[in-house]
């Protein structure tokens, strides 16, 4: 199984290159990251914002581990985006994963992603206007697949979300947009599935399993975020707590599907007002309970 984490964990706590390139080779032991936009902003001026994500590329490199995608991260997550009601918010949508791209490819890194976005609450209830948006969101896409092309980038991601107000939400969702995608982008647009996500009972009831993606959509999935949750809410657990993700289950899965490249990216994510020296802890922690449950 092919294990590596996203970089949320490290927010505020630990943002010198070096040091955190250290803590993921020494005592996660992993050798494949995922870098979150909250290290450094998309929306900073680009001078001083590529200076620093260029400096965490540099660390990790020396260290002699991958970063194989920049990520959206706690700060991205809060803005409509691409599905925002009006053309004024969507164009920023649009400019803030292309400030993303061109900071992923000023770090060298292959793949960058985030949520689409969010439909307002008006719109997320009208079907016309939910269609309208999902068509100039998806040309969006396609424009920025090209520059991403030119910037040496080769591939996008998406992640679905546990929200009926965005998109999308469900496999069939996931599905329908990369249908929409095939073929229409200069470089592929590809799914990133997390667990915590595809395990949320309110929206998906008895379809809350990973089984249903990869059987609808799974030829489209890139990776995965792996959490641990009671699928009551999108929790972000560790794994040295229980819930409805067992380490044994992530290997079986892996096995059972034959994936080979499609990376799980743990995406824990702490309270602000948790003991740095306990996150650390306990992150050493969650990665030897994956790696060694098979």
Known sequence: ???????????????????????????????????????SDPWWPADKRDKIAVSYAKAFKEAGITIESTFGGLASY??????????????????????????????EVAAAGMPFGSFSYSDAKNAQKRDEIYKIALAMIVKLARHAKEKGLATLLIEPVPLA????????????????????????????VDWGHALYKPLFKENANMDIWMEVCGKY??????????????????????????????????????????????????PFEADDDFVLEDMIKTADIVRIAA
């Open 165 to 192: 107000t965005e998109f999308p939400a469900t496999a069939a969702e996931a599905l329908k947009m990369m249908n929409d995608l095939d073929g229409q982008t200069d470089i592929p647009v590809r799914l990133l």
């Open 78 to 107: 809060a803005y409509n985006h691409f599905l925002a009601p009006t053309e004024e918010m969507r164009a920023l949508g649009f400019e803030h994963f292309q400030r993303a791209i061109d900071m992923t490819s000023a770090m």
């Open 221 to 270: 999935i890139h990776s995965f975020h792996i959490q641990q949750t009671d699928g009551s809410l999108d929790c972000h657990w560790s794994f040295t707590r229980d819930g409805l993700v067992t380490p044994q289950g992530l290997h079986d899965f892996w096995r059972k599907y034959n994936l080979d490249t499609q990376t799980f990216f743990l995406e824990i994510i702490y």
């Open 1 to 39: 199984m092919k294990l590596g984490t996203n970089l949320s964990f490290a927010i505020k706590r630990w943002i010198d290159g070096p040091q955190l390139a250290e803590i993921v080779k020494s005592k996660l032991g992993l050798q494949y990251v995922q870098y979150t936009w909250d290290l």
